[in-house]
């Protein structure tokens, strides 16, 4: 094989962002000598990572389907035969197409004239954008990988159609090592958890990952206000990340922070590209996200490090945690029944050590990198 194409629609280093470069990674050893492009849409943190990992790195403005275009999205629609044609050119030299998310909608569209491409799904989309997705991903005849049962049941698609469920894998050396993911190579942390302090004798509580409305960040603010002040002053919570290109929600957090008289104990910090000191430094996880996750990197990156975690119960996140034995679940949507768990597992908080150790065991059996590697050489064939 002479030449691969992997695309993808990030350009940070989140949690599909860093799945992404694992499977690059792993079609570099699977075929060492073939050249490898890798295409984003920007210039960030992934970009300078491939750079300095020797990739060939090419920077172009994909049609990617985002609520956040507005207006600009009817222009955008006018201008997709253009962005087609430079798709189509991009894939014609290309012995395997790899496209990392369902959003790409130019790259899928030319990969129906590709003779070698799978594109990976890590969405759980609904209403039209669902039905979209589903008549893009049929109309390409690509094979389609999905990291979860999740997002397989979610978008139906045709049962003629090659698809696989890949569950995704991290690598993790231990509760008391490094986060060992390739951006090592990128700058310190913009924020070191050491700033937070031990904590005391309380509870510390981490919410790490994109803040935007669908995570939940304002739903655990909400259930934290819900409980008394006793409970809160047993607890110290850190909500760590970023907005996606300047959205406000970082601002309406604050702003409920404060309303809520919570900033004794809740600290919000900036995303690391590293955040294995965040984990090191919780004694719980938790992921409240008001839409389904299609898969929960964020819980595998915690049993990983031996953390119990607690998360909304649906989507991927139900395909990974055992409930009261690698960690539990709360109502999705419900502020009242999140805060009556943090508190129910504070008064039981001698439990985190053996749902941590149980979580640990469970990461290591399903969801290292290794067997994430072996997974995904063998769904892509």
């Known amino acids: ?35 490898i492009k890798v295409i984003l849409p920007k210039t960030g943190d992934l970009s300078v990572l491939f750079h300095r990992m020797g990739y060939n790195v090419q920077i172009e403005d994909l049609w990617v389907l985002r609520k956040g275009y507005g207006l600009n999205l009817l222009y955008r629609l006018i201008l997709f035969p253009l962005f087609l044609f430079r798709a189509s ?17 130019d790259y899928i569209i030319a990969a129906r004239l590709h003779r070698r491409a799978v594109i990976h799904v890590h969405e759980i989309p609904s209403g039209i954008a669902r039905r979209a997705i589903r008549i893009l991903l049929a109309f390409s005849r690509a094979k389609v990988l999905h990291n979860s049962k ?3 049941e979610n978008l139906s698609l045709p049962a003629n159609m090659q698809q696989k469920v890949v569950h995704n894998g991290v690598d993790c050396a231990g509760p008391d090592a490094n986060f060992r993911t390739h951006n090592e190579t990128l700058a310190p942390h913009r ?14 509580i981490l919410m790490i990952g994109r803040l935007n409305s669908w995570k939940g960040q304002d739903l655990l603010l909400d259930s934290l206000a819900r409980l008394s002040s006793e409970t809160r002053e047993d607890l110290h919570v850190v909500i760590k990340g970023d907005v ?22 809740v600290e919000l910090h900036s995303f690391d590209s590293n955040p294995s000191a965040a984990y090191d430094w919780c004694d719980l996880v ?13 819980a595998i ?25 690698t960690g539990w679940f709360h109502k999705p949507n419900d502020s009242q029944d999140l805060a009556e768990q943090i508190s129910w597992i ?36």
């Open 1 to 35: 094989m002479n030449s691969i194409l992997c695309v993808h629609q990030g350009y940070e280093l989140y949690g599909s962002d860093r799945t992404f470069i694992s499977c690059v990674e792993f079609l570099k050893k699977r075929y060492p000598t073939s050249d």
């Open 89 to 105: 050119r991009n894939l014609s030299g290309a012995d395997l197409i790899y496209i990392n998310t369902s959003v790409i909608f």
């Open 150 to 152: 999740a997002t397989f």
């Open 191 to 204: 924020k070191s958890m050491a700033s937070t302090g031990a904590g005391g004798g309380r509870m510390r």
């Open 244 to 265: 996606f290109e300047n959205a406000p929600y970082r601002d309406q957090l604050q702003d409920q922070i404060q309303k809520s008289g919570l900033q004794k104990i």
């Open 286 to 298: 938790v992921v409240p996200s008001r839409k389904p996750e299609p898969f929960g990197l964020i």
């Open 301 to 325: 990156e915690a049993m990983a490090q031996g953390k119990p975690v607690l998360a909304a119960k649906h989507g991927g996140l139900l395909e990974i945690i055992v409930e009261n034995s």
């Open 346 to 381: 504070l008064r039981h908080r001698n439990d985190l050590t053996r749902i941590g150790e149980a979580g640990r065991k469970r990461y290591l059996r399903t969801y290292t990198l290794e067997s994430f590697e072996k997974r995904f050489l063998k769904a892509i064939g």
